[in-house]
C-alpha cells in the first residue's frame, strides 16, 4: 500500500506508456482486419485505407471504447480478492499490457495476424492464477469470454452469407446486375451507415454527456443512415458505365458500385475494431488508474476517465502506419 501512495503517479505515467505501447501493437496487427478486404479488392489504396483507418479506429476507440473496456478492466479477475493486496493489482495489470504488447510486437515483426484480446486475457489470467491464486480469476465470465470467441465467428459468417447470399439473388443473377446493382447497393449503405450511427449514439455519446432516449436514438440514427445512403447513390451516379456493353461487361462495372460500398463497409469495421479491440490496451490502464487515484483502495472508483481513451485511441493510430 505504501508504495501506491509514495510511487503512485510514477505508475500511472508508466501504466501510460506500456498501455500506448500495446494499444500501437494493436493498430500495428489488427488494421489488415479493417482494411485487408478493401485493398485486396483494390477499392481502396493502402495510403486510403490507413487515412480512414485512422479516423474511424480513432473515432470508434474514444466515442464507443468504455463498454468492452469494464470487462476487461474488471471482468476477468475478481477485484474484491485484491483489496489487501492492491499494489498487486497494480503491478500485475502493469506487467500482462507489457508482456502482451510485447507478443504483439513480435507478431507484427513477423507479420503474424495474432488476437489482441486472446494475449491480454491470457497475460490477465496469467498474472492473477500464477502470481495470486488462481481463485482471483472470474473463470465463470473468461468462459463467457472465451465461448464468444466461438459465437462471434458463427454469428458473423452467418450475418455474411445472407448478405452474400441477397445480393446474388437481388444483383449477380438478374438479367441487369448494374441497374439492380445501382438499385440495391445504397440500401446496404443504408444499413451499414444505421449500424455505425446507432451504435455511436448509443454506447458513445454518453462519455461526452448525451444520454439519448432509445425511440431518438433510433430516429437520429436513421437520418444519419439516409445521409449516408444518398451520398452513395451521388458517387455511384457519377461512376461511367458503358450501358450498350455486354451483360459480361456489366459485372466489371457492377464492382464499381461495389468499391462505393466497400469504403463505406471499411469504415463501419474500423469503427467497431477502434471500439471493440482499444480495451484490451485501456482496460487495464484504467485499473491502475483507478486503484492509484482512490488512495489504494480497490474498487473505489468505476468511471473511466477521458485521458485514458484518449491515450488507447491515439496508440491506435500512431500503429496503422
Known sequence: ???????????????????????????????????????????LTIKQAIIIAMVFEFAGAYLAGGEVTSTIRKGIIDPGLFVDIPELLVF???????????????????????????????????????????DTVAWAKVGG?????????????????????????????????????????????????????????????????????????FIYATIVAVIVAIIGKIFISRLKFDESAAKKTHYANVEKVFAVLMIVTACAMAFAHGSNDIANAIGPLAAVVNVIDGGGIVGSKSSIPSWVLLLGAAGIVAGLP
Open 1 to 43: 500500500m505504501d508504495i501506491l501512495l509514495t510511487h503512485g503517479p510514477m505508475l500511472v505515467i508508466i501504466a501510460g506508456l506500456v498501455g500506448f505501447f500495446m494499444a500501437w501493437g494493436i493498430g500495428a496487427n489488427d488494421v489488415a482486419n479493417a482494411m485487408g478486404t478493401s485493398v485486396g479488392s483494390k477499392a
Open 92 to 134: 500485475g495489470m502493469i506487467s500482462a499490457l507489457f508482456a502482451a504488447a510485447t507478443w504483439l510486437l513480435i507478431a507484427s515483426i513477423l507479420g503474424w495476424p495474432v488476437s489482441t484480446t486472446h494475449s491480454i486475457v491470457g497475460a490477465i489470467i496469467g498474472f492473477a492464477a500464477i502470481g495470486v491464486s488462481p
Open 145 to 217: 469470454i472465451v465461448g464468444s470467441w466461438v459465437i462471434t465467428p458463427l454469428i458473423s459468417g452467418i450475418i455474411a452469407f445472407i448478405i452474400f447470399n441477397s445480393a446474388q439473388k437481388l444483383i449477380f443473377d438478374t438479367d441487369k446486375p448494374l441497374e439492380q446493382a445501382k438499385r440495391y447497393v445504397p440500401i446496404y449503405m443504408f444499413l451499414a451507415g444505421f449500424v455505425l450511427a446507432l451504435v455511436t449514439i448509443k454506447k458513445g455519446l454518453k462519455h461526452i454527456g448525451l444520454d439519448i432516449g432509445n425511440a431518438d436514438s
